[in-house]
């Protein structure tokens, strides 16, 4: 019933940048947090930052100081800078949405994830 949909991803030299969106569409009600996580090859995927509807936000201690999340709530969109990047940041980044979403007349709180974007910082 939501689609949520990743761009920005590539191949980037260490210290460079790079900007994520992933906007969300569909039956979407309301959305109460949107985040990224990543996933390294043979590692588990982890939190990178997320942000709330109240616009708390939350990083994780190796990306703090180098990346910001940022959501467009008129879009239903969230952004992810990601400055400075470093080879170890290498990895898969999934977008995750914690929401409402509906058919006909019935609501529910759901949790979706994008396809996943690569992202490849060369040393």
């Known amino acids: 019933q939501v689609q949520l949909v990743e761009s920005g991803g590539g191949l980037v030299q260490a210290g460079g940048s790079l900007r994520l969106s992933c906007a969300a569409s569909?039956?979407?009600?309301?959305?109460?947090?949107m985040g990224w996580y990543r996933q390294a090859p043979g590692q588990q995927r982890e939190l990178v930052a997320v942000t709330t509807s109240g616009g708390n936000t939350n990083y994780a201690d190796s990306v703090k100081g180098r990346f910001t999340i940022s959501r467009d709530k008129v879009k239903n969109t969230v952004y992810l800078q990601m400055n400075s990047l470093e080879p170890e940041d290498t990895a898969d980044y999934y977008c995750?949405?914690?929401?409402?979403?509906?058919?006909?007349?019935?609501?529910?709180?759901?949790?979706?994830w994008g396809q996943g974007t690569q992202v490849t910082v060369s040393s």
């Open positions: 995750n949405a914690d929401l409402i979403d509906y058919s006909g007349t019935y609501a529910r709180a759901a949790d979706y």
């Open positions: 569909g039956r979407l009600f309301s959305i109460n947090q």
